[in-house]
Each structure stands twice: as structure tokens, then as C-alpha cells.
């Protein structure tokens, strides 16, 4: 059966409720979308909502970034559709904004040519702080902290496991090959040759992200590395030292530490795939996985909050989930 056509018959809310392990943007998006179609939710978190990769991004909705894999090129663009209805839902209930920070991105070709992409950026911390928000509005049961059984939870209910990371320690009887890329960042101040900077400038190893609105107006995000470093979370200076480096070759003014001081460094925990894809499906024991988003978490979270709930309901998604099923890792 292909990922496209594996799909939940539909069920009555007082049947089949739905409990989601983890809440970070996938998993609160999720819990929103099933909650706007009259679906029970309960939200279970070990820690804290919406404090790991969810924030720790840089907020590129970079659905046209050529290195992207091919794979994710129409779910991407599915999300990107549905982004301004997302956005709004979430500054209506919320009552807090989600400005967009910048409407083009620079992308540095190996070439050594330079293209425009028309490609929209957010800041993940307003981002996060309307999404829950808006999750408290919707009274959806969220439960932090949460230290007992997954298993114990579900009674009969449907397992949406969308917990980054930690995802393959959440509770499926099935496992999946998600496993962390630590990803260190600083913010800098910007310095005066570039405080009209508009513009994400990115290439393949480096990208600086203006912020314009909000508390974070008038620095840049310098980022990321790519870290096989499983749970650790420090940060390294030389490490950001050559991150600023690389960032000054796309603009130089960012080399001067006095110029362009440090704001703030930390280090998130992407969830990655072998293939850098999501895992977006059922697997073999009717848990459906929603995780595995590796650098597009942001991006994604409202196409993957609606296939998901599609899926639930048993209507088939907009976008061929094929690349994404969780047994393509099985041997």
C-alpha cells in the first residue's frame, strides 16, 4: 500500500480522540487543525511547549532554496499556500502578531553568482509565543511536564508522534530513524553599513537572517552548523567564530566583532532522516509519525498539520507522501 493511500477511516470525536507526543511547531500545529475540525486533542510534552527546535530556528520559509531535496519541492509549495490562512488563525486567537521580517532571499550560487528568490522569513520566537497562544484559546488539553506513559494515555486513541528529535523514544511500538543535528547560532547586532538590511543572504553553508520587526529589530542571525553530536546542546566559540567568518564573506561588515557584536549564541536540535526528509505517515502499528522535519519544521508545520489531519479523517492528502513514509528506512 503507498504512503498516499494509507489512510485512517474517519471517526466520531466521542469515538477516537487524538493524543499528540510532543510540542514543538509540528505538533501544536497539528493539534490546532484537528481541533478546528471538531477532533479531540491532548498534547503530551516532557518538557516544556515550544522551547527546542521550534525557537532555535532561523524562520526561513525557504520553500525555493535549491538545495533543498527535490522531494520536499510540492510539499513545500503546498505549505506556502496555506501559510497566510495559518498566520492569521493564530494572530486572531492569540491576539499577538506574526510580522514578516523579510520578503527576498540572496542565494549565493557554487558558481559564485547570485540569484533573488522571492521567499518570506518569520521570527520563530513570535511565531511560537502566537502559536501557544493560540492553543491555550482553543482550550486544547496541553499537558507539560509530562512524565508518565504514552501508551497509558492513548486507550484506544490515535498516536501522533511529532516530538523532533526525541521522536524515535516516544512511544511507537515502531521506530524510525530520527536522530539529532545539533545546529549552532548567534545573533548579532547589526553594524551601521548594514542596518538597512532587508534581505536573507544565504548560501550553502551559511546564512544571515535580518530581523525587522519585534524585540530582535536591528540584528541578524548568523547560521548554523551541521552537528552529528546526538542530545548536546553547548556551544563551541570557535565554532561560532567561523560562522561569523563564513557570514562576513557574504557581508564583510559582519567580520568586526566591535562593529557587529555578539547578542546572544545558542545551539538547537534539528530532527534529521538518513535522507533529509520528513517521516509523514502511518507506520506499521497505526501511529502516525509527523516528525523528522530536519531544517523546515517552520516551513512545513501547516502542510503537515493538515495532511496529518486529513489522514485522520480519511480523506487522501493534497501532496503524494510517498518519499516521506516511515518503513522506506525498514530493510
Request: charged share 20%; aromatic share 4%.
Amino acid at each position: 500500500m503507498s504512503a498516499r493511500s494509507t489512510v485512517f477511516a474517519p471517526v466520531p470525536l466521542s469515538i477516537q480522540p487524538v493524543v499528540i507526543a510532543g510540542a514543538g511547531v509540528i505538533g501544536l500545529s497539528i493539534a490546532l487543525e484537528l481541533t478546528r475540525r471538531g477532533i479531540g486533542v491532548t498534547v503530551l510534552e516532557r518538557g516544556r511547549a515550544l522551547t527546542q527546535a521550534s525557537v532555535a530556528a532561523a524562520g526561513m520559509l525557504a520553500s525555493e532554496d535549491p538545495h533543498n531535496p527535490a522531494a520536499l519541492r510540492a510539499i513545500s509549495k503546498y505549505s506556502i499556500g496555506l501559510y497566510p490562512e495559518y498566520k492569521a488563525r493564530l494572530e486572531a486567537l492569540s491576539g499577538l502578531p506574526v510580522p514578516v521580517q523579510t520578503t527576498v532571499t540572496v542565494q549565493y550560487l557554487e558558481d559564485g553568482s547570485a540569484m533573488q528568490l522571492a521567499e518570506e522569513s518569520l521570527d520563530p520566537r513570535q511565531l511560537a509565543a502566537a502559536l501557544l497562544g493560540a492553543v491555550r484559546a482553543a482550550g486544547i488539553d496541553l499537558r507539560e511536564g509530562f512524565s508518565g506513559s504514552i501508551r497509558e494515555e492513548l486507550r484506544g486513541r490515535t498516536l501522533v508522534i511529532s516530538a523532533g528529535a526525541w521522536s524515535s523514544e516516544s512511544g511507537g511500538n515502531s521506530r524510525v530513524a530520527v536522530a539529532p543535528r545539533k545546529g549552532q547560532m548567534l545573533r548579532v547586532t547589526l553594524p551601521p553599513a548594514l542596518r538597512s538590511l532587508r534581505e536573507v543572504h544565504r548560501s550553502e553553508h551559511i546564512y544571515v537572517v535580518p530581523r525587522v520587526h519585534g524585540p530582535q529589530a536591528g540584528t541578524a542571525l548568523l547560521g548554523a552548523t551541521v552537528e552529528r553530536a546526538g542530545f548536546d546542546t553547548t556551544t563551541n566559540t570557535a565554532d561560532l567564530a567561523r560562522l561569523r567568518a563564513m557570514a562576513a564573506e557574504l557581508l564583510p561588515a559582519l567580520a568586526s566583532e566591535t562593529n557587529a557584536p555578539l547578542v546572544e549564541s545558542w545551539a538547537g536540535l534539528r530532527p534529521g532522516t538518513p535522507d533529509d526528509l520528513p517521516v509523514l505517515g502511518c507506520g506499521d502499528d497505526a501511529t502516525l509519525w509527523a516528525t523528522g522535519h530536519y531544517r523546515n519544521g517552520i516551513l512545513l508545520a501547516p502542510a503537515t498539520a493538515m495532511t496529518v489531519a486529513d489522514m485522520i479523517e480519511g480523506n487522501v492528502p493534497a501532496v503524494d507522501l510517498a518519499a516521506f513514509a516511515p518503513g522506506r528506512f525498514v530493510r
